[in-house]
């Protein structure tokens, strides 16, 4: 009963390396998602994909990179991390033929760019 | 486009007393409405959501949120809150047809975080 699954939880990086955040689910979902949360300023969406081989932009793309080979892995990748990318993220997925479906959240990555 | 307003940012109580977390959204196509809860430390899951039909709607846990068309609004409430309601609150909107590639798109407020007090 694994759901959405996040890894690392906790993840401190310098200004200017790259990592993937990870995120898996087990619930063939085609629709997959990595937001971030901001104090005041509630989550916003990065990129997500409605299946495999297929990736858009949300409302905040810039300095992150997605791809999805795979229905169930959908990672997200920092080029170059910045201190504005110190944020809360979160990987969701859903069944995406119907925006009023449930979105199934994982726990949350916690990364900070010092 | 949709936006979300949640009017409060923090909401004290003292436990058992009444409580209602404010949500206005803002859209100029039919939408569909959602509250989600945050608990600490943990991921967002779904309280309850309006889709069609009766325009209150209510979650296991004794919560419910009425959905206002006139007044755009999607107000959530509890008679009565125990300690364990304490988390944060996140109303969001969605656009009732797909974006051009079938996606979902949900929009949230900033979120209202509840303290009970004892």
């Known amino acids: 009963n694994a759901g959405v699954t996040q890894t690392p939880k906790f993840q401190v990086l310098k200004t200017g390396q790259s990592m993937t955040l990870q995120c898996a689910q087990d619930m063939n979902h085609e629709y997959m998602s990595w937001y971030r949360q901001d104090p005041g300023m509630g989550l916003r969406l990065i990129h997500y994909?409605?299946?495999?081989?297929?990736?858009d932009q949300g409302e905040v793309p810039n300095g992150y990179n997605v791809s999805r080979s795979t229905t169930e892995d959908f990672p997200l990748r920092l080029l170059s991390a910045a201190p504005s990318q110190t944020s809360v993220y979160f990987c969701?997925?859903?069944?995406?033929?119907?925006?009023?479906?449930?979105?199934?959240f994982g726990e949350g990555s916690w990364l900070t760019v010092v | 486009a949709q936006s979300v307003t949640q009017l409060d940012s923090q909401v004290p109580v003292f436990e058992e007393a009444p409580v209602e977390l404010r949500c206005n959204y803002s859209?100029?196509?039919?939408?569909?409405l959602f509250w989600y809860v945050q608990y600490p430390n943990q991921g967002l899951q779904l309280l309850l959501k309006?889709?069609?039909?009766?325009?209150l709607v209510e979650s296991i846990n004794g919560f419910e949120a009425e959905f206002n068309k006139s007044q755009t609004s999607f107000h959530l409430r509890k008679p009565s809150v125990h300690i364990s309601d304490t988390a944060e609150y996140f109303c969001?909107?969605?656009?009732?047809?797909?974006?051009?590639?079938?996606?979902?798109?949900?929009?949230f407020g900033q979120g209202t975080r509840l303290t009970i007090n004892p």
């Open positions: 969701a997925s859903s069944y995406h033929r119907d925006s009023g479906n449930t979105i199934y």
């Open positions: 969001a909107v969605s656009d009732r047809r797909m974006n051009r590639q079938g996606a979902q798109k949900l929009v």
């Open positions: 309006y889709l069609s039909g009766s325009t």
């Open positions: 994909s409605v299946g495999a081989g297929i990736t």
């Open positions: 859209s100029s196509v039919s939408v569909y």
